[in-house]
């Protein structure tokens, strides 16, 4: 799976092993996973970000409010 021009700009892809772990997400992505998995998916890519803080302050948000 090759990465697009606006994955390229989206994600901080600094190091050759970042470029790796994208392309094992997407490979994980076409796959049907469980709901738990998508979302632990789902945050690494976050982590990838550039401003990676913006998808944290949202999940705990969303944790703040169901309780």
Avoid: C, G, V
Avoid at 8 to 20: G, S, T, V
Avoid at 21 to 36: A, T, Y
Avoid at 48 to 59: A, F
Wanted: hydrophobic letters at 35%; zero cysteines.
């Amino acid at each position: 799976m090759e990465i697009t021009s606006a994955e390229k700009k989206k994600y901080a892809l600094i190091k050759k092993i970042d470029f790796a772990i994208l392309k094992r997400i997407k490979r994980l992505e076409s796959k049907k996973l469980n709901k738990e998995d998508n979302r632990i998916l789902i945050f690494i890519k976050t982590q990838m970000e550039h401003d990676w803080r913006k998808p944290l302050i949202k999940e705990l948000n969303k944790i703040e409010r169901r309780y």
